[in-house]
């Protein structure tokens, strides 16, 4: 019984991961789709919003102007960004 119990809480463990991990996948496709390079805003919260969508829209168009040389098109150079700008995952 206890083995029985023990294999239940490793399956149910790992099926609230495995949908944990594809939640922030989706969204990491949304943000980078739609927001390039959001990774790197470090602005101040606007009007109560921070890190969500809301928050992105209105930063957007600064981040874009402030770091133009590292777009080509609407694709953001993420590998040239981080090796110029010595960022390590700040948050």
């Keep these: 019984m206890k ?4 294999l239940l ?4 463990g790992s099926l609230v991961a495995n949908s ?3 939640q922030v996948h989706v969204n990491v496709n949304f ?10 805003y470090t602005y101040p919260a606007w009007r109560g919003h921070y890190r969500d969508q809301v928050y992105y829209s209105h930063y957007q168009p600064a981040f874009e102007r402030e770091h133009r040389v590292y777009f080509t098109g609407r694709r953001f150079d993420h590998e040239r960004f981080e090796r110029e700008n010595h960022w390590h995952g700040r948050n």
Excluded at 9 to 12: Q, S
Excluded at 31 to 40: A, D, M
């Design 3 to 6: 083995k029985l119990f023990t």
């Design 9 to 12: 809480l490793i399956i149910a």
């Design 20 to 22: 944990a991990y594809s």
């Design 31 to 40: 943000y980078e789709r739609h927001y390039p390079g959001y990774t790197y």
